[in-house]
């Protein structure tokens, strides 16, 4: 079988990181962190290649949108992380109402 190239490697990573960030926008974790290992696996593979220094360079734009693509999915993992820990705050505070309501029934 033929070896895959590391530009191959590194369009699909690309690829592979549009797909997660489409994922991200629709709040499908569990998909964007499926292709996430993919991805890893990927890039292992990538920075395996025994002269991969010396074609770092010719990777850099591809590796760059990456880097782009990335940044914009962690700011929409970062609101999510905000939101259901308001959402958890939120039922935090209506069980502790629940709580105090027993308690002043009882009485």
């Known amino acids: 079988m ?31 962190t499926e292709l996430e290992t993919t991805r890893r696996q990927t890039i292992d593979a990538l920075f395996a290649y025994p002269d991969i220094d ?28 905000q939101r259901l820990g308001l959402e958890m705050r939120g039922l935090k505070q209506h069980r502790q109402a629940a709580q105090v309501y027993q308690l002043v029934s009882m009485n």
């Open 54 to 81: 010396a074609i770092l360079e010719e990777l850099a734009v591809t590796l760059r949108q990456v880097v782009a693509i990335d940044n914009k999915s962690i700011a929409l993992g970062q609101r999510e992380k």
């Open 2 to 32: 033929p070896e895959i190239s590391p530009q191959s490697h590194a369009q699909y990573i690309l690829r592979i990181s549009h797909e997660m960030y489409r994922h991200a926008k629709q709040g499908d974790w569990n998909a964007f």
